[in-house]
C-alpha cells in the first residue's frame, strides 16, 4: 500500500480506549473528482456484496428485466444481502416461477435466515433452510433472469459464462479501472477486485445517473431508486442499510459489503463514497458510513438511529451503558 490505513473508529469503555479500528476512505465527487481521501485510495479491495447494484447492471439493462416484468421491489431485492426473512424469500420463489425455475437453479447455497422469526419457524418445523434463504439469492435470481434472456447455460456462476462476462463489463466500466482480478464470493459467484477510488467514482457515477443518457445511465437511476424507494427489500429489519435509509427517506442509497466494506450513493450531491475498515469490522464500517452521510449533509447527526450507529452506546447484558463508539482522526473532522 502506498499509504498506511488511517485511525477511524475508537471503541472506549469508561476512560479506556480499548479497540481501534483503521481503515480507507474515498469520497468521490461526479464533478470535482476525489473530494476526499483517508488511508490508502488505491489499494484494491474485494468489494463484495456492496457491489450489487453494479452486478445488476446487465440485467437492467440489457431489457430482461423489462421483458420479464421485474417490479422495483425485485430490482432492489437484486441489490440485497437479504435477512432471509419470509418477505424476502417469498419474493424469490414468486420470482423464480416466473421464470419457470425453481429453487434448485439457484447457485447460491443455503444459509440459515438472519431473520430470527424465519430461523425460529424452521427449527419448530424440524425444517432447514434451502438457497432462496441464502442473503444473495435476490442478485442470484436476477442472474438467473439475465441468463434466460441471453439463453445461457445454467452454470451462470461461472467465470466464462455470459452473464458474469456482462457483470465484468460492466464493473470495469463504472469503475473506469481494469479489475486486477477476482475472488469467489460466499454466494459462489466472482467478485471482482477494484481499487477503492475506483469503487467510489462508480457510485458517483450512479449518483449523478440523470444527467446523462443512454441504457447504463437509465439502469443506474432505476437500480439505486429501487434501493431507496424499498429499503425493506436491501437488508431487513434492525439492519443498518434499512434503517439509515428509512431516515434518510430517498436521500441516498447504501450498501454493506463483507469484510467492513460499505458504500454510499447520494444523487442530491453527485457523490459517491466507498470505504474498506482493515480488519473487517462491521461496527466499524457501520460507524464509519453513518459519519460519512451526516458530514454529506443527507442524515441528521441527532437522529436516534444515526446516533446508535456512530456511538452506540455499548449496553451490557443489565442493558447498563459501559462504552461507546468514537469517530477518530481526520474523519471526525471531515466535510463536503
Request: contains cysteine; negative net charge; aromatic residues 6%.
Amino acid at each position: 500500500m502506498a499509504r498506511l490505513a488511517e485511525r477511524l473508529i475508537e471503541v472506549w469503555r469508561g476512560d479506556f480506549c480499548e479497540s481501534v479500528h483503521f481503515g480507507h476512505v474515498a469520497v468521490w465527487h461526479a464533478d470535482a473528482g476525489l473530494i476526499g481521501a483517508f488511508g490508502d485510495v488505491e489499494t484494491a479491495i474485494l468489494p463484495r456484496s456492496s457491489s450489487k447494484m453494479i452486478q445488476a447492471l446487465p440485467l437492467v439493462e440489457s431489457g430482461a428485466a423489462d421483458a420479464f416484468g421485474l417490479s422495483e421491489a425485485q430490482l432492489a431485492l437484486a441489490c440485497a444481502s437479504h435477512n432471509g426473512a419470509a418477505v424476502h424469500t417469498d419474493m424469490v420463489r414468486a420470482w423464480l416461477s416466473g421464470l419457470g425455475l425453481n429453487e434448485t437453479a439457484l447457485r447460491c447455497g443455503p444459509q440459515w435466515p438472519d431473520n430470527l422469526p424465519a430461523r425460529d419457524g424452521l427449527i419448530c418445523n424440524h425444517a432447514t433452510p434451502d438457497q432462496c434463504h441464502n442473503n444473495c439469492s435476490g442478485k442470484h435470481s436476477g442472474f438467473l433472469t439475465l441468463n434466460k434472456h441471453l439463453g445461457g447455460g445454467p452454470d451462470y456462476i461461472d467465470i466464462t459464462h455470459p452473464v458474469q462476462k456482462a457483470v465484468l463489463e460492466a464493473f470495469e466500466d463504472v469503475t473506469d479501472d481494469r479489475s486486477p482480478g477476482y475472488g469467489i464470493d460466499g454466494c459462489s459467484a466472482p467478485n471482482f477486485a477494484s481499487s477503492l477510488e475506483g469503487l467510489a467514482r462508480a457510485m458517483a457515477q450512479f449518483a449523478a445517473a440523470d444527467a446523462r443518457d443512454g441504457l447504463r445511465a437509465r439502469a443506474m437511476v432505476r437500480l439505486r431508486n429501487a434501493m431507496m424507494a424499498h429499503p425493506l427489500m436491501v437488508a431487513g429489519e434492525g439492519r443498518a442499510c434499512t434503517s439509515l435509509m428509512r431516515v434518510m427517506n430517498g436521500r441516498a442509497a447504501i450498501k454493506t459489503g463483507a469484510e467492513g466494506v460499505f458504500i454510499a450513493i447520494v444523487p442530491e450531491a453527485r457523490i459517491g463514497v466507498a470505504l474498506k475498515i482493515a480488519d473487517g469490522a462491521t461496527r466499524a464500517s457501520e460507524a464509519a458510513i453513518t459519519q460519512l452521510l451526516c458530514a454529506i449533509g443527507v442524515l441528521d447527526p441527532a437522529d436516534p438511529v444515526a446516533q446508535t450507529y456512530m456511538t452506540g452506546p455499548i449496553r451490557n447484558r443489565r442493558e447498563i451503558v459501559t462504552g461507546q463508539y468514537r469517530i477518530a482522526g481526520p474523519l471526525a473532522a471531515w466535510r463536503v
